[in-house]
């Protein structure tokens, strides 16, 4: 997205404000070109007050961009589409939709001509070019998906997956956002009960799960072995995770996981 960088964030809720204080983050675009939509307007105070363009417009924030992100919710997008469609131009503009369950040959179906799109699947951790956006197509041309590519890889990682791929891409990725949350919550909840203050207790857990995290990602090994370092023989360590296997830890994560996933599967209705 060197050449090009007006962008236009369709629905500027909690993903597109995500996206957007991202992209001013990395410096990828300023936030005067930038145009953030949304209804009620005065929920995007804070970022006019940052030079964002903030407005009600769709179709005056289409014309003013290349790259279109569609971040509204999933059952919002039909009206989203046909309000948009007299002015998008496959010339000019490339769509990015992040909406969780719709192909794109759904989107299509709601389009009156063939566009590049490009389905991405970030996380709220684009904010501080920290997500992992896995992203598909059908029509978007080599170049568009590597413009698209680099500059989500300056949000963050990135994968280019089948598009059969991008609900299990959306539970474990995007609502993994939220899952790893709740792990860290249960921590801090579990170290006031200890003898912590919160804010301590706080800390420790996200440090710990930053840096449980960080081995893998810098030491490239499987989690079980430096699990197997941490787990002195007859130690608390054992004993503490066993306890949580007993109560059921991995398997309450799979099937939360397989839960989120058929949800996507009527998440339009
Ligand atoms: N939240 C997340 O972590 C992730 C979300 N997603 C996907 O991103 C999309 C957005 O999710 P999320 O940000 O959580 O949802 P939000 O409800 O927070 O955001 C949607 C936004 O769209 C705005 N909106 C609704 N209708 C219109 C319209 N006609 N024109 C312009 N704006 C409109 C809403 O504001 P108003 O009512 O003021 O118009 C709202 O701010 C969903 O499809 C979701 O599946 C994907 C990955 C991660
Ligand atoms: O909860 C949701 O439906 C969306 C998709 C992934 C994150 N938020």
Do not use: W
Request: charge should be negative; glycine fraction near 6%.
């Amino acid at each position: 997205m060197a050449k090009k960088h007006d962008i236009a964030i369709i629905g500027a809720g909690n993903l597109g404000i995500a996206i957007a204080k991202g992209i001013a983050g990395a410096k990828l675009a300023k936030p005067k070109n930038m145009y953030l939509t949304r209804r009620h307007l005065e929920k995007l105070a804070d970022l006019k007050k940052q030079k964002f363009n903030v407005l009600a417009n769709n179709i005056e924030a289409v014309q003013n961009a290349e790259y279109v992100f569609l971040c509204v919710q999933p059952k919002q997008l039909p009206d989203v589409l046909k309000e948009i469609n007299p002015v998008l131009d496959p010339e000019k503009h490339v769509l990015i939709s992040t909406i969780t369950g719709v192909e794109i040959p759904t989107i299509e179906q709601h389009l009156e001509t063939t566009m590049p799109i490009i389905r991405a699947m970030p996380n709220t951790a684009t904010a501080i070019q920290e997500s992992m956006t896995c992203m598909c197509t059908k029509n978007a041309s080599e170049d568009q998906v590597k413009e698209v590519k680099t500059f989500f890889e300056a949000l963050g990682e990135t994968l280019v997956i089948d598009e059969n791929l991008m609900k299990a891409a959306t539970v474990l990725a995007a609502s993994g956002i939220a899952f790893f949350l709740r792990y860290i919550r249960a921590a801090t909840q579990g170290g006031i009960q200890l003898g912590f203050h919160a804010e301590e207790a706080q800390k420790i857990a996200m440090q710990t799960a930053r840096g449980a995290a960080s081995l893998l990602v810098e030491g490239e090994n499987h989690p079980e072995t430096e699990i197997d370092k941490v787990t002195t023989p007859q130690g608390c360590t054992i004993a503490g995770l066993n306890e949580m296997e007993h109560q059921g830890l991995s398997s309450a994560v799979i099937k939360g996981l397989m839960a989120s996933y058929e949800k996507i599967n009527n998440i339009t209705q």
